[in-house]
């Protein structure tokens, strides 16, 4: 069934049974999944897939409703789903739908050249990086996942009070661990590439990353477990970035669900401590010209200078406290209700390198990996104790591996403990990126 | 859902390149989620998924697509393009689709999508006020009510046809608790592979109080020493420490590829003669229960090891052709959207000798981990982690102060290796597992046990 025609219909039924306000939001995304193992593909996936959610006011309440099967009757299941949803809520809370913003960048995140790179020339590049990983030590036993994948998302969100907005992105991400074994001891390596120009990828640079950092795991000595000076390098600092980004989410703190609450303009942070969202980063894979609602994105700041500008907002939760939407109503897709979250965040960068942030250290942990995150942190306490991998540094420089550790500590403390930041920002999958960051102290358990 | 002449001829075009199997997975789920929020029911969603995986082999190729496109035109374009990808020597056959009837083993008494919203919502008002009365430092209380009925068709090249109805419901319920300037929280999520008639019979008494008992302790909780532990682990919930710790080391996905420390190791005394531990897809209405799993075979009851000695491994179609091996009725998808892949069901330590009350009056010094959160491990080095939501110091044989922020860390296959004590106390409880083939429904399980040591990294210092 054609689409267009199916959201009109949609909206127009809607309207006839009692929807005073409604919205329509369509995806459709194509992808494509590669897995090498010993020069052999693995695994092959393709996919082509989309779905319709459907939201309204139905007595003055948000009813939600979504379908993945788009037929005639689909018309009726969603807005049968969506009159019973909207009954099954207690009151009016104010939201309602957007008639859009005055202006809308019209920044592209698609690029046709990657969307023209063949599949043979794909794969003939994910298996040349696992062949060079390993090859790039006698140690690395074996690469046990080598992955290329790529996507392109379409996606529409049309109303009944005029609005009719698209964007289309599309990406490629490359994932290689090698294992490097030396007698009984066993460690992982990595590296992560996210990027829209195929031809940027440099397969011998990618494989000296993971093995570099699977064999330099080697030789792991255990030290004392107390309390360290920490370096958080970039990645790792992005990954525990993402799992306290809720605090930064206006719509936790009316719940009671972050410490932030009533702290705008007041001091959270470092000094050197910046804290950013912005949908149009260059190095950034992610991001969207217009929000889960149809509000246009921008630039945010949420932390300046240790300082707390605003936290996210979506339009519910901007009402509530009188403020402006800052465009992070966020739909994760059509399966989802509205609720806040950031595009690309990130910690803003400083001026040194990695090696002179541990240049000052007399001992010290570097931290590359961190593990058990989603169960190890709370965003409500703030605590977190969570499996690490790293480097133990001595004078200023990477003395040896350490064997596995956790490291443990207050994230709210961990802002106002941040001595210095990095310059090399990079970003995750997922949207989040840090540069290294220097630390004052965690508390450090070898095992 | 489509008609058979339909899915013939998909699987035939499955194989138009050379490949030499062919399946076709359809999925029609409904779900229905409600959440509560500050005393209000906040959000309410409904929905359909619905598509259609084609997968095809080819000896040790595995090509997977998937659309939701339900056109005879869509599903054959799709399946020619995904056989693209195989160069095969051309001698696929199809057998003549024979229809299966299986018997369900998990009988549903009320399906979730003809119960009226209004009953679910009365459910979690009732476990809303039972979670806020419990303490007034209980400032917040928030509830997830979720149901799902999963209709499947899986068909492949070999002539299988069967069809299978998967029910799930569960009710999620964190209290927050605070005091000055400190917040803590508490978790319980029960769950069943059943109708409303679960939601409705559930002793909310016990798991709202429960969440708001943890989170109302923890605040008051010292700061988690730092070291060497022995460390009992409770029951029912606790036993994710073998799911992290030696469970995902005895799926075929890491096996085969012999990327896993228990590979090639059946026969070996891999933990002491205490432990036995088991995967049963079979016992009725558990969360990570099955009928049939998402290939179509019967699950069962795969008994991984046995006092100690390595027996099995839990494995799918696939790498059952790498390891040369019988598939266990283990294979498992989120969805459509994923390639399956050999994953737990409900696994266990099952029951031993020992009382709780001998277990801690024996232990000197040491840390009791009442309830666990999740953990994760690094399957080809077996290290694993994992936070442990509500915690105790054991001194002299009794359980004392309790204590945040711990997590134990450690290897997989030398944890096993120091059991000391197993209870008589199994019980199992309900987690979701993201692994390669999505986020699944599992139970973990075990009656109270003992590792005698374990790394334990808290704030505290040694």
């Known amino acids: ?447 | 859902m489509i008609k058979q002449s339909i899915i013939e001829n998909v699987l035939e075009a499955a194989l138009s390149t050379g490949g030499d199997f062919s399946e076709v997975f359809i999925e029609d789920k409904f779900v229905n989620s409600i959440e509560l929020q500050s005393d209000k029911i906040e959000r309410s969603i409904s929905g359909r998924d619905f598509g259609i995986g084609i997968r095809i082999f080819s000896g040790l190729q595995n090509v997977y697509t998937y659309t939701s496109d339900f056109t005879e035109e869509g599903l054959i374009e799709a399946a020619k393009r995904a056989a693209l990808a195989i160069s095969g020597g051309g001698n696929g056959i199809i057998h003549p689709l024979q229809k299966e009837v299986i018997k369900p083993i998990h009988t549903i008494a009320q399906l979730p999508q003809t119960v009226e919203n209004a009953r679910k919502v009365a459910v979690m008002r009732k476990a809303n006020e039972i979670a806020r009365n419990y303490d007034e430092r209980i400032r917040q209380v928030g509830l997830r009510y979720y149901d799902e009925e999963q209709n499947v068709l899986i068909a492949n090249s070999e002539g299988k046809f069967v069809e299978d109805k998967r029910v799930h419901s569960r009710l999620a319920i964190q209290s927050t608790a605070s005091e000055g300037a400190e917040m803590q929280s508490g978790f319980y999520g029960p769950g069943a592979h059943a109708g409303f008639e679960f939601i409705e019979n559930l002793d909310l008494q016990h798991y709202a109080g429960e969440a708001s008992r943890i989170a109302v302790t923890m605040l008051g909780a010292d700061e988690c020493p730092s070291g060497k532990f022995p460390v009992i682990i409770d029951n029912e919930f606790g036993g994710v420490i073998f799911h992290e710790a030696c469970g995902h080391g005895l799926e075929a996905t890491s096996v085969a590829k012999n990327t896993s420390v228990f590979a090639n190791r059946i026969g070996e005394k891999v933990a002491p003669d205490i432990v036995t531990y088991i995967d049963d897809g079979t016992l009725p209405n558990e969360w990570g229960s099955l009928t049939i799993d998402d290939e179509g075979e019967r699950t069962r009851k795969n008994v991984l090891i046995e006092n100690g000695i390595l027996k099995g491994y839990m494995i799918d179609k696939f790498n059952a052709r790498r390891m040369n091996a019988e598939a266990t009725g283990s294979s498992r998808r989120q969805s459509y959207r994923f390639n399956p892949t050999s994953r737990m069901t409900n696994t266990y330590i099952a029951p031993g000798k020992s009382t709780p009350e001998e277990i801690i009056a024996s232990t000197e010094n040491g840390i009791y981990a009442k309830y666990m959160g999740g953990g994760q491990v690094n399957p080809a080095t077996g290290d694993y982690n994992f936070a442990v939501a509500e915690a105790y110091l054991v001194k002299d044989g009794k359980i004392g102060r309790p204590i945040r922020g711990a997590t134990l860390i450690g290897n997989g296959a030398k944890t096993l290796q120091l059991v000391d004590k197993v209870g008589n106390n199994l019980a199992h409880g309900a987690g979701m597992c993201g692994s390669v083939s999505g986020s699944l429904p599992v139970n973990v399980g075990q009656p109270m046990l003992r590792v005698s040591e374990i790394t334990v990294g808290g704030t505290k210092g040694e």
């Not at chain 1, 695994?43 to 319709?52: A, D, K, N, Q, R």
């Not at chain 1, 207690?90 to 063949?118: C, K, P, Q, W």
């Not at chain 1, 992560?192 to 570099?212: C, H, W």
């Not at chain 1, 002179?356 to 989603?374: C, R």
């Open chain 1, 1 to 447: 069934m054609d689409i267009q025609l199916f959201q009109e219909e949609l909206l127009k039924k809607a309207q006839d049974v009692g929807f005073h306000e409604a919205e329509v939001y369509y995806e459709k995304s194509n992808s494509f999944q590669v897995k090498i193992f010993e020069g052999e593909i693995d695994s092959y996936e393709t996919s082509e897939e989309g779905g319709v959610g459907f939201r309204g006011l139905y007595n003055g309440k948000m009813g939600y409703a979504y379908t993945e099967k788009i037929d005639d009757d689909s018309i009726s299941f969603l807005i049968e789903g969506a009159k019973a949803n909207a009954d099954a809520l207690d009151e009016d809370d104010g939201t309602d739908i957007f008639g859009g913003s005055e202006h809308y960048s019209e920044h592209s995140r698609y690029s046709d050249e990657l969307a023209n790179v063949s599949i043979p020339e794909k794969i003939a590049f994910i298996k040349e990086v696992e062949k060079k990983t390993l090859a790039y030590d006698p140690r690395i036993v074996s690469v046990n996942y080598c992955v290329l994948q790529d996507f392109s998302q379409d996606r529409v969100l049309t109303n009944n009070k005029g609005l009719s907005l698209q964007d289309k992105t599309n990406g490629l991400i490359v994932f290689i661990y090698a294992v490097a074994k030396d007698g009984e001891e066993m460690k992982t390596g990595g590296a992560v590439r996210l990027t829209r120009d195929f031809n940027s990828l440099d397969a011998d640079e990618i494989a000296n990353e993971a093995g570099k950092e699977a064999i330099s795991s080697l030789g792991e000595k255990s030290i004392p477990s107390r309390k360290y000076p920490i370096i958080m390098r970039h990645d790792a600092s992005a990954s525990l970035l993402a799992a306290f980004t809720p605090i930064f989410s206006a719509e936790e703190a009316q719940k009671g669900q972050s410490l932030l609450k009533d702290k705008i303009g007041e001091e959270i942070g470092a000094k050197n401590f910046s804290l950013v969202d912005d949908p149009f980063h260059p190095e950034a894979l992610l991001g969207r010209n217009f929000d889960g609602e149809g509000v246009a994105t921008k630039k945010t700041i949420i932390i300046s200078d240790g300082t707390l500008k605003t936290l996210l907002h979506n339009r519910k939760t901007a009402k509530k406290e009188g403020v402006d939407s800052t465009g992070h109503a966020s739909k994760a897709s059509y399966k989802s209700t509205l609720s806040v979250a950031p595009d690309n965040l990130y910690i803003a960068p400083g001026e040194e390198s990695q090696e002179e942030l541990m240049a000052t250290i007399e001992e010290g942990v570097l931290i590359t990996d961190l593990s058990g995150l989603h169960s190890g942190t709370s965003t409500i306490s703030g605590d977190f104790s969570v499996a690490a991998s790293g480097f133990y540094i001595k004078d200023g420089k990477i003395a040896s591996p350490v064997k596995q550790m956790t490291i443990a500590g207050n994230f709210y403390d961990y802002m106002n403990g941040i001595v210095s930041v990095g310059s090399d920002l990079k970003f995750v999958p997922g949207g989040y990126g840090s540069p290294s960051v220097k630390v004052k102290e965690l508390s450090v358990t070898v095992d």
